[in-house]
């Protein structure tokens, strides 16, 4: 029989009702007595010696109870925000990392940099306080775009950064790739641009910042994804502070997308201001405030070259990315373009020989870092449409070019040039599921019907691997990571026989309150209901590296098997002795303790009862209770994968593009839950349809302003602008180094979408001699790339 | 948002005097533009006059053959009356092409064409529709009253109350749209009366414009065809990163031929 809150099951997200109703606690909607408000004066210059600041009117207006600036912390010892990961440049010397102070000091260095912090009673008291801090600026000519930073000449963005570059990094075998480039019958080439985009979680950034005079104990409530990390962040390296007195809280969070990873100044300012004031202290961001302050995602400019024999086989690929960290280094920011990137570069290709070089440049914006999917879109971006110019070029099908390329099934695991060891993975069969699904026969016969509409029409492929995990310790270590990132979980039943989990992963839109619960639910045959996923706190949970690149499930739900494991070797203890049968006796059944061969039985329940009220237990051998604790470091990244097929139809008079339809394939892994997968699925693929067609971060190259600074320019994708997908995964291909067999789905959507839609857009327009487009293919775009390939038009 | 006072007359005699007790009032339609002004304290108003509750502004009634249209009658009403439906059906269509769902429920045609927003739609059928403007002064003619960007012929303290829109033959709005705010990009309003035919173009200038040549093209013949040889010229169009100059006027064209195709 069945559970039907077990795995597998599509249960209904548990905590969608409290979310949907608005009942949800996020950040903002705490209040504590006492508490005052802080708005921050920032810089309206991308560049900017700050010469002076005078607080006098503004401490003058109705309800100021503070000004604080860089010099306040300063005196106060507050330190940089630290970077959590090194690369070491080509020549092995180590990337340059400028401080990073919460609030600048004598230079602004983006627009939105914070220069001023205003305490007021109020909200509107603060805003209106902060308009009177004269803060007086000297404008210094700004680096923009990563490739005018890195001409020589450009405005410095820190003086001690020569060049702007912070690191030139490389990865896999120069020589060997040259050597196949030499020999190879073909050589397929493209420059693209991976633009830079606004991650726009639904709820803004918001901090609350606490100080217990009494007990000496710091609170931090905050819209992160990893409480435990700001906690060690900013503990240990910004303020000072030991862990036993700083708590961090990330209750509900609305989403983060990777923005909310990041230890950022604002967390670090209201919880040192909250001492210095005496009272609490909360900052909820604007939405104007959050285009210019969050981290943003992605700005690759690069340049790719694909190696081949004369069947199309590939040989060799070459890769020179230019990766725009921004103004300082976010706290992830230079793993992303990297060992997320790099990395992930051989795709789901066997081709033997990889080179990647790669700098990272400061500029005058806001800092770069991970934003879903993290390199692994960038990557995935750049390998399908170089495969797609090599398939048009060379006359392969492209569904054949790939099929002809990919890592058979049979070579798992196999060991890429790129540093990688994937485990599993059944590429062909993803595109042997994919092709029927989308009638790939009979694109011929839409496209004459569109035509027949005036309607051009294309069909595009990606076919996407990913890293996920974010992995074993030793190995990222080894890569330079500062951290750890392993997992944690506390398994706790009640004396009646309901559990709470403890989790060191975080939920900001996941549904990992119904994922997790049905692990027990499975494991222990006890109803969803009586299982309770606490998360967020770190005066709760165990030590835990909380929710990012697609990692909750295959770290942190295994960790939650590790915990359910001791469970289990305790609760068999306890049953054989109730049951006065032989330990090795005992199986678990249906989540019942049976012992083999009878109908003695006990639940769960039966047995957490004879943990906490032991009269009849074996106290000699076991201690009371029936609570533990685990913690999870994987032996290897976890690698879904997937065919992504994408058909597009283009007015000719207008550029439009519009999606028609769209199936994704998908190897998850073993799946927990459908409809939670399903929901990830279509997430993902919005994301990745926003940036093939509408997201678009502009900042002007000259004043550095940010011109997309609302959504009256930047376009966010809405439910009228996709299809209705059509999504299929297969579990043939179980993980096979992690006890649930799960890979991660919360970044897949994204990572093979872009290159998908772009692929369909590219091959529509291929009848106009049109072979590449940068993102987003906008309507101007795509008019203007018709025009210029039609000789009456461009004559016109 | 900077502190204000707030008002709500009943009447546009009470909205008047209103308006001529304060240093700095503002008149408050649906919000939708006046209100994201205030939040990011571009505005600093010492009183906001809500004309919310005013019944002489609402209401949209037959009169002399077209449609009056009461100013603070909000975009979704317009767009689901029956009457503007069976009367002038292209600008039921119109109003329910403005933005999103939110701000058609409270975005009014008063606050729409006073604001005279480059982009905003209902210009382009003020303008077409050969409409009269009311205000508790006067009426003005469709061809006066926008003056540029954001300027219309309106006075200090002169409320619109209502609009008049003269019933064409025939009418369509076709309507090329910006991806992200769903603003036009550029609209093109073609209405029919007997021989004369209006060609109004929103979102590619300054403000709303008729499109001489094509105007005449189309008296000629009245067909999507006739407009090949006729076009806006890209100079003194806008340009923005959503679209440069050439393309508003291709986009013109397009839109003007979409627009006759759906006359009918
Ligand atoms: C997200 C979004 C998308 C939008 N998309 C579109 C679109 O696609 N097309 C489009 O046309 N518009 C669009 N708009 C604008 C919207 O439809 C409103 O028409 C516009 O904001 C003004 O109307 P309102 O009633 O909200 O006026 P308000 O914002 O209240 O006022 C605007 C101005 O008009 C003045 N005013 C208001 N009523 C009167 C009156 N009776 N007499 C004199 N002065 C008056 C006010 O004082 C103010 O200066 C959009 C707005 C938003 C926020």
């Given amino acids: ?796 | 948002m900077y502190a204000f006072t707030y008002h709500r007359p009943k009447s546009v005699a009470d909205a008047v005097a209103l308006l001529g007790q304060f240093e700095d009032p503002k008149l408050l339609g649906g919000g939708q533009t006046l209100l994201p002004t205030l939040k990011q304290r571009l505005a600093r108003p010492s009183d906001l006059i809500d004309l919310g509750q005013i019944p002489e502004l609402q209401g949209i009634r037959e009169e002399a053959g077209g449609l009056t249209v009461g100013a603070f009658t909000r975009h979704a009403q317009v767009a689901h009356s029956e009457t503007v439906q069976r009367v002038i059906p292209a600008l039921a269509s119109l109003a329910e092409g403005i933005g999103d769902r939110q701000v058609r429920n409270m975005g009014t045609l008063g606050g729409s064409i006073c604001n005279a927003d480059p982009s905003a739609d209902y210009p382009a059928a003020v303008v077409a529709l050969k409409a009269t403007v009311r205000t508790d002064r006067r009426e003005i003619s469709c061809d006066d009253f926008f003056t540029g960007m954001f300027e219309t012929a309106l006075e200090p303290g002169e409320i619109v109350t209502a609009v008049h829109f003269q019933k064409p033959d025939k009418a369509a709005y076709a309507k090329f749209r910006n991806p992200a705010s769903r603003y036009a990009i550029v609209g093109v309003f073609v209405a029919v009366f007997g021989s004369e035919v209006r060609v109004a173009v929103t979102g590619a200038g300054p403000s709303v414009f008729r499109a001489d040549d094509m105007e005449a093209a189309l008296a000629q013949d009245f067909r999507a065809d006739a407009l090949n040889g006729a076009s806006v010229p890209a100079a003194g169009l806008n340009a923005d990163i959503h679209a440069s100059a050439d393309y508003r006027a291709h986009l013109v064209r397009v839109m003007a031929r979409r627009a006759v195709e759906a006359c009918g």
């Fill in chain 1, 1 to 796: 029989m069945a559970n039907p809150t077990g795995i597998g099951a599509s249960v209904r997200r548990r905590e969608d009702a409290r979310f949907l109703t608005g009942r949800g606690t996020y950040t903002d909607d705490i209040n504590r007595p006492g508490q005052t408000h802080a708005v921050f004066v920032r810089s309206p210059y991308a560049h900017a010696r700050i010469t002076g600041i005078d607080a006098a009117e503004a401490m003058q207006a109705p309800g100021v109870i503070a000004v604080l600036t860089g010099a306040d912390m300063e005196a106060d010892k507050v330190g940089s925000l630290p970077c959590g990961w090194q690369i070491h440049s080509k020549d092995g010397s180590p990337m340059k990392e400028p401080p990073h102070f919460p609030i600048a000091r004598d230079r602004a260095r983006y627009v939105g940099d914070a220069v001023a912090v205003v305490i007021a009673e109020t909200r509107e008291q603060a805003k209106d306080a902060a308009e009177l801090v004269m803060v007086d600026y000297e404008e210094l000519p700004a680096a923009v775009t990563s490739l005018k930073a890195l001409e020589g000449g450009a405005p410095l963005v820190h003086d001690d950064v020569g060049g702007n570059l912070c690191f030139d990094w490389h990865l896999g075998d120069a020589a060997a790739v040259d050597a196949a480039f030499a020999q190879a019958a073909h050589v397929a080439k493209l420059d693209l641009v991976n633009q830079r985009l606004v991650p726009n979680a639904m709820e803004p950034r918001a901090a609350l910042g606490e100080y217990d005079r009494a007990t000496g104990e710091h609170t931090l409530t905050t819209t992160s994804q990893n409480p435990h990390v700001i906690r060690l962040l900013m503990g240990a390296f910004v303020l000072g502070i030991p862990e036993h007195k700083l708590r961090v809280v990330a209750p509900d969070v609305g989403g983060g997308f990777g923005s909310k990873i990041f230890h950022y100044g604002e967390e670090a300012v209201v919880t040192w201001a909250a001492k210095k004031v005496g009272r609490p202290v909360k900052w909820t961001a604007e939405r104007s405030e959050s285009f210019l302050t969050d981290a943003h995602g992605r700005d690759h400019v690069s340049h790719a070259e694909l190696a081949m024999d004369k069947d199309g086989n590939f040989l060799a690929l070459r890769v020179a990315t230019i990766a725009n960290m921004g103004a300082y280094l976010s706290t992830f920011a230079p793993s992303i373009p990297t060992y997320l990137y790099a990395t992930l570069l051989a795709g789901q290709y066997k081709t033997p020989a990889i080179y990647a070089e790669v700098k990272a440049v400061f500029t005058n914006t806001v800092p770069v870092d991970a934003y879903r999917g993290a390199g692994r879109p960038e990557a995935c971006y750049l390998i399908e449409r170089l495969v797609e110019v090599a398939a048009a070029e060379t006359g392969i099908d492209k569904a054949e070019l790939r099929r002809r390329n990919f890592v058979p099934a049979s070579a798992m695991p196999y060991q890429t040039p790129v540093a990688l060891q994937y485990d599993t993975g059944d590429f062909a069969k993803n595109l042997d599921i994919a092709l029927p699904l989308v009638d790939y026969d009979g694109f011929a016969a839409r496209k004459a019907e569109s035509a027949r509409r005036g309607k051009l029409r294309g069909i595009g492929f990606a076919t996407y691997i990913e890293a996920c995990g974010i992995a074993p310790s030793n190995v990222a270590g080894a890569l330079g990571a500062r951290a750890g990132l392993y997992e944690s979980a506390e398994v706790r039943f009640h004396p009646t026989g309901s559990v709470t989990v403890f989790t060191g992963s975080h939920s900001h839109g996941q549904g990992h309150e119904t994922t997790f619960a049905q692990l027990v639910s499975e494991r222990f045959g006890v109803p969803i209901e009586n299982v309770e996923i606490v998360h967020g706190d770190t005066s709760k949970i165990p030590f835990g590296m909380g929710t990012y690149g697609s990692r909750s499930l295959a770290v942190g739900g295994s960790a939650i098997v590790k915990a359910m494991d001791k469970v289990e070797r305790k609760a068999k203890k306890i049953a054989a002795h109730m049951l006065e049968a032989a330990e090795a006796d005992i199986e678990v059944k249906d989540g019942r303790f049976v012992v083999a061969g009878t109908d003695k039985a006990l639940t769960i329940g039966d047995i957490a009862l004879q943990a906490y009220v032991p009269h009849n237990f074996p106290l000699d051998e076991l201690e009371p209770g029936l609570d533990e604790q685990a913690f999870y470091d994987p032996k290897n990244f976890t690698y879904p994968n997937g065919c992504h097929v994408c058909e597009v139809e283009i007015d000719p008079d207008t550029g439009v593009v519009q999606v028609v339809s769209f199936a994704a394939v998908d190897d998850f892994g073993r799946v927990i839950n459908p409809l939670i997968v399903e929901g990830q699925v279509h997430g993902g693929l919005v994301q990745g349809i926003g940036q093939a067609l509408y997201e678009n971060c502009v900042y002007d190259e000259e004043s550095g302003q940010l011109i997309t600074g609302s959504y009256m320019d930047y376009c966010m994708p809405r439910a009228d602008d996709v299809p209705s997908f059509t999504v299929r995964y297969h579990e043939d291909q179980p993980c096979t180094h992690n006890p649930l067999g799960v890979k991660g789905c919360g970044e897949a959507g994204t990572i093979g979408a872009s290159a998908a839609v772009m692929n369909a857009v590219v091959h529509a327009l291929s009848e106009y001699g049109v072979t590449h487009l940068d993102m987003p293919a906008t309507p101007e775009r795509v008019w203007q790339a018709i025009r210029r390939h039609t000789p009456a038009q461009a004559a016109e």
